[in-house]
């Protein structure tokens, strides 16, 4: 299993930005989908974004002020997060998934703690 650590989180002012960072213990490969997750308590784990081969998709939520992108290591995916908002605030959680003979196989990291508030 592919181990994941996320990096980034912390307290961030309405409309402010932060950048999370997810490093695996191994090369991002083409196949692999790099995907953000995020968490309330008492809610279920809700998608934010994924990255698959340069494709992209995100929540609708988050459109058009978070961007997921291939960090400059190989082995690393970040979440630019633009004009935050308090209902931005959750655990994030960075996921991967590799597909072997059609199915999928997942890690999730142990997340980390977006908080925006004034």
């Known amino acids: 299993q592919v181990q994941l650590v996320e990096s980034g989180g912390g307290l961030v002012q309405p409309g402010g930005s932060l950048t999370l960072s997810c490093s695996a213990s191994?090369?991002?490969?083409?196949?692999?989908?790099m995907g953000w997750y995020r968490q309330v308590p008492g809610n279920q784990r809700e998608l934010v974004a994924t990255?698959?081969?340069?494709?992209?998709t995100y929540g609708d939520s988050v459109k058009g002020r978070f961007t997921i992108s291939r960090g400059d290591a190989r082995n690393t995916v970040n979440l630019q997060m633009n004009s935050l908002k308090p209902e931005d605030t959750a655990v994030y959680y960075c996921n991967l998934v590799v597909k072997i003979s059609g199915v999928g196989y997942a890690s999730w990291g142990r997340g980390t703690q977006v908080t925006v508030s004034s």
């Open positions: 191994r090369s991002i490969l083409s196949g692999d989908t």
């Open positions: 990255l698959t081969s340069g494709t992209t």
